[in-house]
């Protein structure tokens, strides 16, 4: 569980046909799942607060009046209250109870991670027992790095605050701070029988979502932790790199979500173009294309899970319904529903369901999930590789 690297924010680019589309990842502001971007302005020319994305179950019933909405944040502010805390409440009483209403600070940290980065210290943290957090990895070239901080180590407390028993999300607030680069954090650090107060100086750091590797049978195994922007076009150039009949892995497990665009990228890896999905916003239906000139010979199993959604989820639509890919793990999340946002008279955004995606065939997502071509849990990796062997992919 990243502890630092906090929200990859995320904007669709590119490939998307009719309003600017944003997948937002799960666990907002809980873990460091990355999460959803400000309103924009498409090509098109829909108002700012058109933007979409995707989010978990939507509700039964109407959707949300906005412009009541706004009325209600409004009058709140006349009378001298909150127009936020107005506002969620007015989305509670809506009965959309995955709508939600964010702050400008935590929508300028959002905007701050639209392009993959983030400003910390460049370290990710976990549980280690029941309450004790460790460095679980320390990103090249960061701050942490430079202090000397290693895998393994405690970390104690953070300015001057003890993390033991602390939530994830609430080490990734001490750790991000105020979120402004150069602004100093100290860590007490413990390895061994050493204990230490290290003063660390945060900076903008790039996250790096896409990792290739070569596998000892000639497989390309490609991870993909989440599709920030230009993660589609790493996929791309991997497999176009790739020498002729070596099969691809493709690992989408644990895959949070991401921009709409990058996985549509992706996808245009294996597709020679056509339909990724189809969603509709307040009834419009629209669609997310491939673009053309794919590999779509090459053999390829791709890995999913519970922890794979959102875009990951549509990407795997994609290959699966189009016959492209044998998917090989457990039943994906399930998390389908296009919510957009609205700007609020105080500055603060309200999310709010207003569609559905679903797959090239038609299938929904949302609360559903895709089921796997082959059930496999633990060993999954293993069966994957075999799979691919069988395709003729790999030795």
Known sequence: MSADTGHLCIRPRGVLRGAVLTLVFAGILATAAATGSLPRQ??????????????QRPPAGAPVDRAALNRAAAAAMADGKSGKQAAEEFVSRSGDRWGAVYDKKEYAEFEQALDGT???????????????????????????????????DRLVSVDGRTV??????????????????GSAV?????????????????????????????????????RVAAFTKGAGTRVRDAVRAAPAGAGVLLDLRGNAGGL?????????????????????????????????????GRPLVALIDGGTMSAAELLTGALQDRGRAVTVGSRTFGKGAVQMPSALPDGSVA???VGHYRTPAGHAVDGRGITPDLAAGERAEERAKTVLSGLGGGS
């Open 42 to 55: 498409d090509a098109a020319g829909e108002p700012a607060g058109a933007a979409t994305r995707a989010g």
């Open 351 to 353: 999310e709010l369901t």
């Open 118 to 152: 983030y400003t910390g210290v460049g370290l990710s943290a976990g549980r280690a027992g029941e309450d004790r957090v460790r460095v679980t990895r320390v990103q090249p070239g960061g701050p942490a790095e430079r202090a000397g901080l290693r895998p393994g």
């Open 164 to 181: 033991d028993g602390l939530s994830v999300s609430e080490v990734v607030a001490l750790l991000r701070g105020d979120g402004v680069p």
């Open 260 to 296: 709409v665009a990058e996985a549509a990228v992706a996808a245009s890896a294996f597709l020679d173009g056509g339909l990724v999905a189809t969603y509709d916003v307040e009834g419009e239906q629209r669609a997310v294309y491939a673009e053309g000139g794919g590999d779509t």
């Open 186 to 222: 100290a860590l007490r650090v413990e390895r061994g029988r050493a204990a230490w107060t290290q003063t660390l100086r945060r900076a903008r750091l790039a996250t790096d979502p896409v990792t290739v590797r070569r596998l000892d049978d000639g497989t390309l195994l490609i």
